[in-house]
Each structure stands twice: as structure tokens, then as C-alpha cells.
């Protein structure tokens, strides 16, 4: 009787060559094996089977009734193995109607979906996203249910279940209504500091990463209006005297829509990183593959 464990796959791989060939030799070429290499597997799989299963009369070899028995259900099982266990569905994008879930702010919101809609309208056009509301709570409980593919933020998780990459850097630039004084000395640090100004956030603090650069240099401005969303902040800015410091993606996406400048922020704000998370389990899935890459391409620019 087999023994099911002494067998391997790559074995009975080449059982099959040698049922097709009926040559040792050339058996051996198929499979990229040497003779001696085919007469040990063959010997193996004699004694696994406790069949000669190929025998030699003359210069041919002869499949016994064993191996004439065994060799269509060879045939068929390995078929099976390759077509519904190794074989991966081809992710199409031309034709794909995929909808992917993306859990992430309304910052990086603004700041991507145009382009990356724009990008996947040539290469998918019937590919749908889907942007969600990020639970900063439960970063990691939002691609583990499912509820979404992807999660983009400047929070750092090392969560054992996801796998991250860095989407992209970004630095820190200010606007302010068009007109305003304080464009006329962009880089005057106490003209800044004079003005009011909007923060975006959540949360009861008024103070942000602007605050600690200027406190690092002795110096403070006053919030005097706080928003839970970035795309609220330049309504705002175009009808009062405040200023907005935001990231330059940002400020890049919305700013030809309102009435507002863009200047350099007179103080050095440190440069942040946004993160691009997924599910361990995802990770090889063609879809979420080429779906990530056309993520980052977008988010760097590499158009």
C-alpha cells in the first residue's frame, strides 16, 4: 500500500513525465533532473507505491497494470492541484468593477482623490472608490473586520496584523486672504504671530505643531477659530484677517478654489510622514497589490 507521506508533489510531477515519455532520459530533460537524480526518485516511488510501475523490455519501458491504473487519475488529480489550488484569477483593471474602501481624513481626502480618480479613469475605468471616515480609535479594527482596504494616516501603528509603507512626506506652508498685510512681509515672524489664526483638529486643544515652533522660539499666536476638518479652514481664511498653516498637498488641492495666497510659514515646522496601512492577509492579493501601487504613484507624484 502508498504511503501518502513518503510521497512528494515535485515526485509525482515527474512520475507523470515519465508515464507521458516512457524515457528515463528524457524524462530527466523535462524536469530539469539529472539520471541519477530520476532513477533515485523512481526507486523512491517504487518502494512508496510498492510498484515496479515502469519496467524495462528491450530499449522501451513498460507501464505496469498498476501504473496503466494509476496514470489517468495521476494525470487528473495534478490537473486539478494546478487549476483550483495553485492557480490565482488575474486581477484585470481594464475591465475590474472592484470597489475599494480607503478609511482616512478629509486632509488627505482633498489632497488625493482628484488625482487618483483622474489616474484610475484611464487605466480602470469601472473601478469604484470608496473614501471613509478614519477611526483613529480603531485603525488596526477597521481593515481587521473588512470594513475597509486601506487606512491613511500620520498615526504610527506596529499592530502584528497590518503591513505599512510610507505614502508619502509632506511639509507645511501658510495662506492667508488675498490682500492681507501680512503678504507684503511673508517671512516676519511677529506680523505672524499678530494675526489670528485657524487650526484644524479634533478635540479641545488650540495648540498645534505651529505653536510648539514658536514656543521653541519664545514666541506664541493667538487660535481664535478651531475646525474639526481641513476643508473648512479656507472659508475662513478668505473672508477674515486669519491665517492657515496646513500641509502643502493641501493647500495645492484647494487653493485655486478660494481667495486666498499661499506664502512660506516664517517659522520651521517639522515635516511629517503619512502612512499607507493594509491587512497582512492582503498583502499578495493582485487586486490590493496593484490597487496600493496606483496609491502611491499618485500620492508621489510619479505620474
Not at 60 to 74: D, G
Not at 100 to 123: C, G, N, Y
Not at 129 to 150: M, P, Y
Not at 161 to 186: C, Q, W
Amino acid at each position: 500500500m502508498a504511503n501518502i507521506s513518503d510521497i512528494e508533489l515535485n515526485q509525482l510531477r515527474l512520475l507523470q513525465i515519465i508515464f507521458e515519455t516512457k524515457n528515463l532520459t528524457r524524462a530527466g530533460e523535462r524536469a530539469g533532473l539529472t539520471q541519477s537524480a530520476v532513477s533515485h526518485t523512481l526507486k523512491k516511488l517504487r518502494h512508496s507505491f510498492n510498484d515496479s510501475l515502469v519496467i524495462r523490455q528491450g530499449n522501451q519501458l513498460v507501464m505496469t497494470p498498476r501504473a496503466e491504473t494509476l496514470k489517468p487519475q495521476l494525470n487528473r488529480w495534478l490537473n486539478d492541484f494546478e487549476k483550483n489550488i495553485l492557480f490565482q484569477e488575474q486581477f484585470e483593471p481594464k475591465t475590474s468593477t472592484r470597489t475599494f474602501f480607503i478609511a482616512t481624513s478629509d486632509l488627505v481626502e482633498q489632497a488625493l482623490s482628484a488625482p487618483l480618480i483622474t489616474h484610475l479613469a484611464d487605466i480602470a475605468p469601472q473601478i469604484r472608490v470608496v473614501f471613509c471616515k478614519l477611526d483613529k480609535r480603531g485603525l488596526a479594527s477597521q481593515i481587521e473586520s473588512g470594513e475597509v482596504d486601506f487606512s491613511i494616516s500620520v498615526m504610527e501603528s506596529s499592530h502584528p496584523s497590518l503591513m505599512v509603507t510610507t505614502l508619502y512626506k509632506d511639509d507645511f506652508v501658510s495662506i492667508a486672504r488675498n490682500g492681507h498685510p501680512v503678504l507684503e512681509s511673508p517671512q516676519d515672524m511677529k506680523a505672524f504671530c499678530h494675526y489670528p489664526h485657524v487650526l484644524a483638529g479634533t478635540g479641545k486643544d488650540t495648540r498645534g505643531m505651529v505653536d510648539d515652533a514658536l514656543n521653541a522660539l519664545g514666541l506664541s499666536r493667538t487660535v481664535q477659530y478651531k475646525v474639526a476638518n481641513f476643508s473648512s479652514a479656507p472659508y475662513i481664511v478668505e473672508q477674515t484677517d486669519a491665517i492657515f498653516t496646513a500641509p502643502r498637498k493641501f493647500i495645492k488641492a484647494i487653493g485655486h478654489q478660494f481667495q486666498v495666497s499661499k506664502f512660506e510659514t516664517p517659522i520651521a515646522v517639522d515635516a511629517y510622514a503619512m502612512k499607507l496601512y493594509w491587512h497582512i492577509k492582503n498583502n499578495d492579493e493582485q487586486a490590493i497589490k496593484w490597487f496600493r501601487e496606483q496609491l502611491i504613484i499618485v500620492a508621489r507624484g510619479e505620474l
